[in-house]
């Protein structure tokens, strides 16, 4: 059959006249797509409608694919070429899918055999209404022809569908409120974003916080437990939570020191225990009596001023759970979260510590991420995702779900098509990222040696750091002790936890970092003024310098862990080489108090510059030649110098490591450091990111701080270059002013994803 878009076009608008002066809507758009389809020939039509506050596409009628992804797929602005057709307002037209790195996989959908792909916004202005989406399986079969026609049917439906938009969430809302247990459809995804990778499967168990419930509702089907029993269940309880501390301690020393401690006192309490067996003395049954107390702990902890009593109303929910399932004798031993996905509205450190020590499998929270909690889920292993409200809403207990991490995906009851195909991506993953494939030297394919570190945030990044080969520690956060105590870790504390990374690296260089708080992570125990904007206020080295006992205890044990080795210490968010100074002279207070002491340390302890701020770009001369050394933290470079803040999901379209003055800045703390002989080195998340290798290798650097998983990647991408290409690349790359022009010029050289095909 001949194509032929006049007729199609025409034929649409008689549909659309028709649905106007009184048809179904909705109907309406199952015939547009059926049509559509037919015309072109097209084994798939889909439509999506984008969500404005929710800057996300929904699937809202398809021929060809699955129904039941209808209302259930997903897509972020931006996100797969459909994403990005109605991000950049514009038809993408791709010969073969499966070859375009923008395609989104959603295994279950039965869309991996189409091929062709052409996908068109619907706009009112520059209003973004939607998608029109055909596919077929001959591979570039849609021509500029089939483009202009589907632009003219998008045109046409943009009116009608904001319309159906409005009818169908109203439809929606009343069918949520009406019917709560409303038939499921065979597949469900909820779309978020990643905030530390990795595959989780699980049941799903809600942890709300923050206000009481009853999460403990006695079963009216069994006979009342004696107080004796209850008893029996405190001691369980109590030696399950020794146990559990016990373990921690071990595993995680540097963090969780007395980390399961409010646990052990609340269950010792007489206000608690105590009121309960009261309570079942007088006849409540048992079950129910620990609801009762659990409920007036939540509400009272909930209710407080302080940040540290309000952070304890998950640990007595914790309580409340393991004190009913030993009374009912449901667990064994050690009762756990193995085998759950923790739903949560928002986490502290100290509890994604406490619940990776009780094995869970992952994290859905629902309000922002901090970079903290991120970079420990990382450290952890532990996927995370951040979700919308709503949609974490949704889930419900119980429920069996896969977490794709890496994607920022959740699938609720996915079948067993979603589990092979996760089975396959893992091992994929594996393989790219075995630790026997690394090499001890990294060179590049003209033999210069590259060195690579490990970026280090817990103790227990170590053994990996080990495995994984790297050269030294490039970057020890050492904030993650202090964020999860209730108090400032003392001196010797601290100092325990240095030497240990001292003596694990065994004579390869550790770099401290001092203490970078603040942004959107501060001290639940140390107040501080309420900041309008606390990534421009008391952050990092600010803190330091402002808290002057604090900073020296800090620099004292790092300068003592590090005695008998190559330690460095260097201070983030430098903004001027005043602050610089003032920090080495506090080192140099330091050195001298140990000295007076007959303390041993590091006398030759190197001290560096952070490069995160554009300040500290403008005068990286002047701090080169002051500092032992400069590091470059692109992730709070990037974010201070394109004022897009890391964390937003809303602007990440615009944190782009390869701007032009991202690049320029770079060099120039480069440049600046080989102009004074300095070491150089680069610890942000740009340090593995293969399509910048070229360009940093290209300026000069030679150092690499990583997240040292990501070391076989790196190796093998530095491996596969010359100098003499990479400092091409970067030339080429420093000459252009425009990110445009740099993002053709990636992909031209197959460094990134062509954009749209
Ligand atoms: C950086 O900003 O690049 C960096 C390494 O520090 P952090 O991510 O801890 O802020
Ligand atoms: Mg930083």
């Not at 939540?298 to 940040?307: D, L, N, R, W, Y």
């Not at 979603?418 to 026997?436: D, G, M, P």
Request: charged content about 25%; some cysteine.
């Amino acid at each position: 059959m001949r194509k032929r878009n006049v007729d199609l076009v025409c034929d649409i608008a008689e549909l659309i006249s028709l649905t106007e002066s009184g048809g179904d809507r909705k109907e309406l758009l199952k015939n547009v797509v059926t049509a559509v389809a037919k015309h072109m020939q097209a084994d798939v039509c889909s439509i999506y409608i984008y969500d404005e506050e929710g800057r996300e596409l929904t699937l809202r009628a398809t021929q060809g694919l699955s129904d039941a992804a209808v209302g259930s797929v997903k897509l972020k602005l931006g996100e797969g070429i459909t994403g990005r057709a109605v991000r950049e307002l514009r038809p993408i037209c791709v010969g073969t899918a499966s070859k375009n790195p923008s395609y989104k996989f959603f295994p279950g959908i039965h869309e991996e055999e189409y091929e062709a792909f052409l996908a068109v916004p619907i706009l009112r202005g520059l209003r973004r209404i939607g998608a029109l989406v055909v596919q077929a399986k001959e591979m570039n079969c849609f021509t500029a022809n089939d483009t202009k026609a589907l632009r003219a049917i998008a045109a046409q439906l943009a009116t009608m569908i904001e319309n159906v938009q409005l009818l169908t969430e109203a439809r929606e809302q009343a069918a949520r409120a009406a019917v709560a247990t409303a038939p499921k459809a065979k597949i469900h995804i909820l779309r978020g974003r990643s905030a530390s990778p990795g595959i989780g499967r699980g049941r799903a168990f809600t942890l709300s916080s923050g206000q009481s419930e009853s999460c403990l509702l006695p079963d009216p089907g069994r006979p009342p437990h004696s107080l004796e029993e209850f008893k029996a269940a405190i001691e369980v309880t109590a030696r399950q939570i020794d146990a559990l501390q016990r373990q921690t301690s071990e595993t995680l020393a540097d963090v969780a020191v007395l980390i399961f401690s409010a646990h052990q006192l609340i269950l010792e309490d007489d206000q608690f225990t105590g009121r309960i067996g009261r309570l079942i003395e007088q006849g409540e049954p048992a079950l129910k009596a620990i609801a009762k107390v659990v409920d007036d702990y939540v509400e009272i902890f909930s209710a407080s001023k302080m940040p540290l009593i309000r952070e304890k109303v998950l640990d007595v929910k914790d309580l409340g759970n393991r004190l009913v399932r030993n009374l009912l004798g449901e667990e064994s031993g050690a009762f756990d979260y193995r085998g759950q996905i923790i739903i949560a509205h928002e986490l502290l450190p100290s509890d994604i510590l406490k619940l990776s020590a009780e094995n869970v499998e992952g994290f859905i929270v629902s309000s922002g991420v901090t970079s903290h909690n991120a970079i420990i889920c990382r450290s952890l292993g532990i996927p995370m995702v951040a979700v919308a409200r709503d949609l974490a809403d949704g889930i419900v207990d119980g429920e069996e779900l896969l977490m794709d991490a890496e994607q920022g995906v959740v699938y609720l009851d996915p079948d067993e098509e979603v589990y092979a195909k996760y089975r396959e991506l893992e091992a994929t993953w594996e393989a790219l990222h075995n630790a026997s494939d690394v090499k001890e030297k990294t060179l590049t394919r003209c033999g210069e040696r590259v060195r690579i570190y490990a970026n280090i945030n817990l103790l227990s990044d170590l053994q990996p750091a080990r495995q994984f080969k790297a050269e030294g520690v490039g970057l020890y956060r050492s904030e993650f002790p202090f964020i999860v105590r209730n108090d400032f870790p003392t001196e010797e504390e601290q100092f325990f936890i240095y030497r240990k990374l001292v003596d694990q690296m065994e004579g390869r260089p550790v770099t401290f970092r001092t203490l970078d708080i603040g942004g959107d992570k501060m001290l639940s125990y140390f107040s501080n003024v309420n900041e309008a904007n606390p990534f421009l206020g008391m952050r990092a080295i600010r803190f330091s310098l402002r808290n002057r006992d604090i900073f020296s205890q800090q620099l004292r044990a790092f300068l003592r862990a590090g005695a008998d080795s190559h330690s460095r210490i260097m201070f983030p968010l430098i903004s001027s080489v005043d602050d610089f100074i003032a920090a080495r002279d506090i080192v140099y207070e330091c050195m001298d108090e140990l000295d007076r002491d007959g303390i041993p340390f590091n006398r030759k302890t190197k001290l560096g510059v952070m490069m995160e701020l554009p300040s500290a770009v403008e005068v990286a001369d002047e701090l080169a030649f002051e500092a032992d050394f400069l590091s470059i933290g692109s992730n709070d470079l990037i974010q201070y110098m394109l004022a897009v803040d890391r964390t937003n999901e809303a602007v990440s379209n615009l944190y782009l490591a390869h701007h032009p003055a991202i690049l320029r800045a770079i060099h120039r703390i480069v440049a600046a450091a080989e102009t004074h002989g300095k070491d150089v080195s680069i610890c942000g998340d740009l340090s593995a990111d293969a399509r910048m290798l070229p360009f940093l290798l290209g300026i000069g650097l030679r150092n690499f701080s990583i997240d040292i998983v990501n070391a076989p990647t790196v190796q093998r991408l530095v491996g596969a270059i010359t100098l003499e290409d990479a400092r091409s690349i970067a030339e080429q790359m420093l000459d252009m002013g425009r990110i445009s022009e740099i993002e053709a010029f990636l992909v031209e050289r197959n460094l990134a994803p062509a954009a749209g095909e």
